[in-house]
């Protein structure tokens, strides 16, 4: 079965970029992709930086990034509370806790964890538990198992959720990669069908098992947090690239 | 099918005191099964007391227990490492750190990770991520989803062990109810088979199924961490009473 592509998505880190580091060919790979008319997306589980600041960020890293065609998980998790009318408990990461300011976090009837890094300690995970195991529904920033930094392989949020959801006896809604609802909200943006859409990851399973579970095409890369071994954990409609510069 | 019982395993926590507070009329009960001459053991996933300030502080309690009655899952896990000649990663409570300072520590092979409260911060579980990750053993001390105590229901060690599990890709090791290896252990040490031996515990899952899953009896208690709905959780064969003083 052939597809047509005419939207792109990218994962940022790992596929893009490695901390600071440009991923050799990168800027160029989605200068190429916009040049010939693909709809892009640039769509992340980050959860340390305001999607503002990741545009700053990219742009200062050589990549013609536009506002608009930025998805964060962070993003899709606030949308989801404003929704629904909720009051969060709130644990994500300080730089973008600014971004769920507006919401009433007295008695809170939901809670949002995200990578945060330090903020994930015990007094923090406990209320956390404490709200789930009351009935508070539990939403997850992303679903990674880690994620990959200048100190090597570092967990990641979704150990914490599996943490919460175990132990509280629950089940996480997912914002996020590898989460339908959050691939669904990307496509919807692109005006195309999930089949013509391509996302392009480093992770096996939030990526590219995620994204072809949603319905859409997948790319690997061999760059970022990829290992040996990943190859086997993806669908085997799944192309398997060695970097972003061979797209 | 009617079984005899020689031997009485007491979960501790939820069944004999909470907190500091005893459970009306458990030091009569526990003294009643020892004049009845049955065998009694003393068996708990508590991992912020060593086995000897248990001993001294249930017998400051009221409580007949001697040493050699108290089986404790940090003292299974500590047997496991040593018979195994492990350097561990140890993630435990500060009150039983010492008990594992005898270890080779450095370049470690295997994470213990118990209930360590404060010190489950994301930089220590980032380091028992990384070494499970690369491939050292992982240790659980007790698998309980949480524990009551003053400040209500908290989070127990399973929750963070699920987290390295996940995370980590892979399946650890529990010393610690509800392990078989941890019950076959108690057993052994009465003389009397598995089917003699009576659990009684508050956790529907940790004590009352991982016993039966083990060959035991078991007895479900209404104090401590139990809710209502919890005798659903547990095997038609269970014994439910209101608390120890009707045993």
Redesign the interface.
């Known amino acids: 079965m052939t597809h047509t592509c005419k939207a792109i998505l990218f994962d940022l880190s790992g596929v893009l970029y490695d901390g600071t580091r440009v991923i050799p060919g990168a800027p160029e790979a989605v200068q190429r992709a916009r040049e010939t008319g693909l709809i892009l997306r640039f769509v992340t589980n980050t959860a340390t930086k305001s999607a503002a600041t990741l545009v700053v960020d990219m742009r200062g890293m050589g990549f013609d990034v536009r506002p608009d065609e930025m998805f964060t998980a962070p993003m899709a998790a606030k949308t989801y509370v404003q929704q629904r009318n909720l009051r969060p408990y709130v644990l994500v990461h300080g730089a973008i806790r600014d971004e769920f300011s507006g919401f009433d976090q007295r008695d809170p009837d939901c809670v949002v964890l995200g990578d945060a890094?330090?903020?994930?300690?015990?007094?923090n995970?406990?209320r956390a538990?404490?709200l789930c195991?009351r009935g508070a529904e539990l939403i997850g920033i992303g679903m990674n198992?880690?994620f990959m930094d200048d100190g090597?392989?570092?967990?990641?949020a979704?150990?914490?959720i599996?943490?919460?959801e175990?132990?509280?006896?629950v089940e996480a809604t997912i914002m996020g990669k590898p989460g339908a609802a959050f691939f669904e909200q990307v496509v919807l943006s692109t005006g195309v069908p999930a089949g013509d859409c391509l996302m392009v990851g480093d992770d096996a399973i939030a990526d590219v098992a995620g994204a072809i579970d949603a319905g859409l095409q997948a790319c690997l890369v061999r760059t970022g947090k990829f290992q040996p071994g990943d190859e086997r954990k993806v669908p085997s409609e799944a192309r398997i690239i060695d970097s972003i510069r061979d797209l």
């Open positions: 890094r330090d903020d994930l300690n015990y007094a995970l406990n538990f404490q195991h198992r880690y090597g392989m570092m967990l990641d979704g150990g914490f599996r943490c919460i175990w132990a509280a006896g």
